[in-house]
């Protein structure tokens, strides 16, 4: 199901559908920075621990015109491998560390708890009796200690070195975060931000495939990608969550508009068929905006002019011109 997302900056009034998924691609890095940006600052608790160096800005997003924020949404940016571990091991205050919360829960140490805040009571009482002697104004403040004061503020979690492979982390990654979507009443956003670059190839398919098989189970969680290198053909993502950040912002059209858009503009008959079409499409689109020598096939080379001409992309590309029609190498050498 289709849901309406905007993303309101000083610079930029976005509105766009989303499923479950939005790829933002494109040349203009300032203000896809912007809208990365836009996404991390809707839950500032974040924003502090993992981007304190965010140029700082005033924007927002709204969701089918609710305003997202860090009271209704959680918010998971991972940008490198290390992202997996911090998030797992070094948050306190999310995913493991709740996860051991609960299963301490449910071991009664009540009355072990007890004596220990008994014994501090005490210990508080002969210290504040030694330190009047010396100092009467001042006094000493023992804190009470309760079950998960003491995990969160003294517990560390130590994973097995032998166990740490990216696959065994990102399966105990996706049981958490659908462990957090079943008992929270809040949506869940995942930005991934060049994170495939850090992860082999069935890793990070295996990482968004969950988290999109995730995302249709439940429908509380959306998926944000950024910089992705990864071969997008792979990712059976539709053509309508691209989102190419350009001269203009444009969101691309499902593939059968796609199709007759471009079947208008080809240079030539126009014989391919829709899937063919869509796994070209999402070779050739990380290319727009950029003017550089790039290795695609001739015939991706020719959709890929015919999608800069159709978004506004006066950028000139590389070519050769093997196993073309004359009209196909005409049209690229205009």
């Known amino acids: 199901m289709s849901r309406r997302i905007q993303i309101l900056t000083k610079n930029l009034n976005l509105d766009l559908t989303m499923d479950s998924t939005l790829v933002f691609i494109g040349a203009n890095k300032d203000a896809k920075r912007e809208i990365l940006n836009t996404f991390l600052q809707m839950a500032s608790k974040y924003v502090d621990e993992n981007q304190g160096n965010l140029v700082s800005q005033t924007g927002k997003i709204l969701f089918d015109g609710t305003e997202?924020?860090?009271?209704n949404t959680d918010i998971i940016y991972l940008d490198e491998?290390?992202?997996?571990y911090k998030e797992l091991i070094l948050k306190k205050s999310y995913f493991l560390f709740e996860e051991v919360l609960e299963i301490g829960s449910?071991?009664?140490?009540?009355t072990q708890i007890e004596e220990i805040n008994d014994q501090m009571s005490k210990f508080e009482l002969l210290m504040n009796q030694s330190l009047h002697e010396k100092y009467p104004e001042l006094s000493l403040d023992l804190p009470y200690f309760s079950h998960d004061a003491l995990i969160k503020k003294f517990a560390?979690?130590?994973?097995?070195?032998?166990?740490i492979t990216s696959r065994k982390m990102i399966e105990t990654f996706i049981k958490l975060v659908s462990r957090t979507i079943s008992q929270s009443g809040n949506r869940v956003w995942i930005i991934l931000d060049g994170i495939d670059r850090h992860l082999s190839q069935d890793d990070f398919k295996y990482l968004y495939d969950s988290l999109v098989d995730i995302s249709r189970d439940t429908q509380r969680l959306n998926v944000i990608l950024f910089n992705v290198d990864y071969a997008l053909w792979r990712l059976n993502i539709a053509l309508e969550d691209f989102i190419v950040v350009y001269k203009e912002i444009q969101q691309l059209y499902p593939i059968n508009e796609m199709y007759q858009s471009i079947e208008r503009h080809y240079p030539d008959s126009f014989i391919i068929d829709e899937e063919n079409l869509q796994q070209r499409i999402l070779t050739v689109i990380p290319y727009i905006g950029y003017s550089e020598v790039v290795s695609l096939s001739n015939k991706n080379m020719v959709i890929l002019k015919v999608l800069k001409k159709l978004l506004g992309d006066e950028t000139k590309i590389e070519t050769s011109f093997e196993s073309l029609s004359s009209l196909e190498k005409l049209f690229l050498e205009d």
């Open 106 to 110: 449910q071991i009664p140490i009540i």
């Open 81 to 84: 491998y290390y992202s997996l």
């Open 156 to 163: 560390t979690l130590k994973l097995d070195r032998e166990l």
């Open 68 to 71: 997202v924020s860090n009271r």
